[in-house]
Nanobody, 112 residues
């Protein structure tokens, strides 16, 4: 059973930055982040493979950066130039042996 523990959400003003972290209980190849705004479907934010190949949603390209520390089984999401429309619950994601796993979610609120 894979466990994902997230941290780093909070309240930030527009234009500000936040960094999310997600630690996995085992070594996992593909990890990433999804988000779900109130009343909307969950959507991809970014993913990263064990080899460092990344994929971003168009809405966050140039503002968000995903990275990982394989020695710690941890993935990070650096979010810069945050906008009110980035407000959502952010979920850590992992794909392990053809199964999808999700973290508990962390709230990110961008508001003045």
């Amino acid at each position: 059973q894979v466990q994902l523990v997230e941290s780093g959400g909070g309240l930030v003003q527009p234009g500000g930055s936040l960094r999310l972290s997600c630690a996995a209980s085992v070594s996992i190849n593909t990890m990433g982040w999804y988000r779900q705004a109130f009343g909307k479907q969950r959507e991809l934010v970014a993913t990263i493979t064990g080899g460092g190949i990344t994929n971003y949603a168009d809405s966050v390209k140039g503002r968000f950066s995903i990275s990982r520390d394989n020695s710690k089984n941890t993935v990070y999401l650096q979010m810069d130039s945050l906008k009110p429309e980035d407000t959502a619950v952010y979920y850590c994601y992992a794909r392990h042996f053809w199964r999808d796993y999700w973290g508990q979610g962390t709230q990110v609120t961008v508001s003045s």
